[in-house]
């Protein structure tokens, strides 16, 4: 079993960075397929990006390809979604989740979720 627990959004205006973290408790993190999934209002889930437990193997969607990186540290049992040169469109609620199929871009290949942060991007 994974707990998952979001931080780090906020309000920030285009161009600016952010980076989110989600602090994970329980023995199969050091075993599972981090993602990132975002979902803004009236729209479906969408993946962002995932990262492999050991080899830190990582992909992206292509719309935040260049901008966002996933990473993780396994030690600290903690996964960060860094985002830059962050656009009103990237507005939504950003969740993360772990799982055991890599890369992982729909939401029914993660068993666990957190409950999201809100990240919100003026233009």
């Known amino acids: 079993q994974v707990q998952l627990v979001e931080s780090g959004g906020g309000l920030v205006q285009t161009g600016d960075s952010l980076r989110l973290s989600c602090a994970a408790s329980g023995r199969a993190f050091g075993t599972s397929v981090m993602g990132w999934f975002r979902q803004a209002p009236g729209k479906e889930r969408e993946f962002v990006a995932s990262?492999?437990?050991?080899?830190?193997?990582?992909y992206y969607a292509d719309s935040v390809k260049g901008r966002f990186t996933i990473s993780r540290d396994n030690a600290k049992t903690t996964s960060y979604l860094q985002m830059n040169s962050l656009k009103p469109e990237d507005t939504a609620v950003y969740s993360c989740?772990?799982?055991?199929?890599?890369?992982?871009?729909?939401?029914?290949?993660?068993?666990?979720w957190g409950q999201g942060t809100q990240v919100t991007v003026s233009s």
């Open positions: 990262i492999t437990s050991k080899s830190g193997r990582t």
């Open positions: 989740a772990a799982g055991y199929n890599f890369p992982g871009t729909t939401p029914n290949r993660y068993d666990y």
